[in-house]
């Protein structure tokens, strides 16, 4: 499939994808939904605030009925009236299409703790003991995420380099492409069926080609396979050098393993390149 394959590892990566932070911000952001799994509920008498779920009751010729407000989500006009009130106050509210008279009956508040340390040792992480060290385990979070949206880049970068320097054997007729090409004429023939259209007429929709010819789609869809092909096979020839290998059942499944693979060894080679700064 390759006669010569290019290594990836020689690539220049311009610096601005090198490097990244991680605000105090997004640390704090982080910290917050931790502390939200000790979140508790108070009963308050009142004033109500954004945040409350408020119990609120009214009487009609069928009986008492009780109605719940999540004060400040937007699900309903009645929370609009309830910031302000108490408990036993009275408003007027619409309700299954006619007013009602309704009461506060309940105010029920979440309240978010400032977290200690007693709380982060009963998350129970792995050499994690108080907020400290919290923050470290949190920061490796994020710096992860920051290191792989640098390198979509990267891999751009390096999937370019890898097509253009590699020596690839003819693949059009080896199965990893026509196999990919059969899923991909798959896909068409369903858009098709759905619309009501032949597999020719829906090809340059199906492709969000409007306005190409039949002949230019057919193109691009050979090269959109081939190079999905292409992927596959510099995955494979990385893989083969770790003694790595996929046993999809499906043709196409083992391509795009192999694809994933070139993907996940180009991540494992730049990704700790990628300096990610604590502000």
Known sequence: ?????????????????????????????????????????????????????????????????????????????????????????????????????????????????ELTDAQVQQLGIENVADISALEDHLFQKLALSQRKRKFRGIMGIVSKALMENTEFEDLEQHPWYLALHDVMMGRVAGFAAQNGLSVEAALPAALRMEGKSLEECREALKNMCLERAKQAALGKALADEKGVSFSAAETADLAGEYVDYLNEAVFEYFAPKILVERK
């Open 1 to 113: 499939m390759i006669k010569k394959l290019y290594d990836f590892r020689q690539v220049a990566v311009p610096a601005p994808l090198l490097q990244a932070e991680v605000t105090r911000e997004e640390m704090d952001a982080e910290v917050a939904i931790v502390a939200a799994r000790f979140t508790t509920i108070e009963t308050v008498s009142g004033p109500i605030e954004n945040g409350d779920v408020v119990a609120l009751e009214y009487a009609d010729d069928k009986g008492v009925h009780r109605l719940y407000a999540n004060v400040g989500k937007g699900f309903d006009a009645v929370e609009e009236k309830l910031p302000g009130l108490s408990l036993g106050d009275q408003l007027q509210l619409r309700y299954a299409g006619k007013a009602v008279e309704a009461a506060v009956v309940s105010v029920k508040r979440p309240t978010v703790p």
